[in-house]
């Protein structure tokens, strides 16, 4: 049930993972391109009332993993009369046959995980159905796989080039804005850099050497709630953070009913984390 409580420390807790993003990005390097990161709140699983607490609090870029979720979210009254200004950013794995489900979404600004040439074009087709006459392009990101697990979505690293190639010179109505990674959960950044984000940092400089594109053309979408402040650091230009903001996700079919830290809670304790961890960091440049 939602509580006014819980409304107060949606808005902490954002307001706290403003700052570490703002802080992690004074740290980078002067040799990386000047892009202010960008910081997109996952809603997976939370109530609408929690999305229009945030946009209260000024925020507008909104990630969710699965399309019915974002299709019943993003329609939902309370968001569409409260949010007009909303960004909904698709972070999840995408299927041919949710392609035109996901595209009706009201306010979807961008696609995170286009790991294919083939879901491109299929990504493609569809939205120049659907503008009609409008000469607005979707924008799309290109997953990479940089971690090489099974379990994992994305292109092979080795297959940026040409899959990027494919949509700038074949998909007309889709708007190349990046390239996005997930990488191994539960990295030790007292181990050094994370060596995901530096496939992803190379396979960008491979990308704008090989098609001469400057570097603050391409994003990089990398960094989630525990690792958020590395990525910045070495050059991440968004990053999807969804625990530190709303708190542990509850699922219907969980095996345990222990109450979830409040998301101030959390974002507190995952502060001090990342600090004892950044203590013992080197940035590596690229």
């Known amino acids: 049930m939602w509580k006014v409580a819980m409304s107060e420390e949606v808005g902490k807790a954002l307001q ?15 040799t990386l391109p000047a892009v202010p990161p960008r910081l997109v709140a996952v809603s997976k699983t939370k109530p609408p009332e929690m999305v229009v607490e945030a946009y209260r609090q000024g925020h507008r870029n909104f990630g969710e993993n699965y399309v019915n979720e974002l299709v019943d979210k993003a329609s939902d009254p309370l968001i569409l009369a409260s949010c007009p200004e909303i960004r909904w950013h698709f972070i999840g794995h995408l299927q041919k046959n ?28 569809s939205w120049q159905r659907l503008r009609g006459a409008s000469t607005q392009r979707l924008k799309v990101m290109v997953q990479l796989n940089t971690s090489g697990e099974q379990n994992k979505h994305g292109l092979p690293p080795e297959d940026t080039v040409s899959t990027v190639q494919h949509i700038l010179s074949h998909c007309a109505a889709l708007d190349f804005l990046g390239l996005m990674t997930i990488g191994r959960y539960g990295y030790d950044l007292n181990l050094g850099p994370n060596p995901d984000f530096q496939t992803l940092l190379g396979r960008r400089q491979q990308l704008c050497d090989g098609l001469q594109m400057p570097l603050e053309r391409v994003e990089l979408s990398m960094g989630m709630s525990t690792d958020f402040d590395h990525a910045i650091e070495v050059g991440s230009t968004n990053v999807r953070v969804g625990s530190v903001i709303f708190g542990n996700r509850e699922y219907p079919n969980s095996a345990t009913n222990t109450p979830a830290p409040s998301p101030e809670k959390t974002a507190k304790s995952m502060t001090e984390e990342a600090a004892k961890k950044m203590q013992h960091l080197t940035v590596s440049k690229p």
């Open 16 to 30: 706290s993972v403003v700052e570490r993003v703002n802080q992690a990005a004074a740290r980078r390097p002067k």
């Open 98 to 125: 949710n392609v035109n489900k996901l595209l009706g979404v009201p306010n979807l600004f961008v696609v995170e995980t286009v790991d294919s040439a083939k879901l491109a074009d299929r990504v493609n087709s």
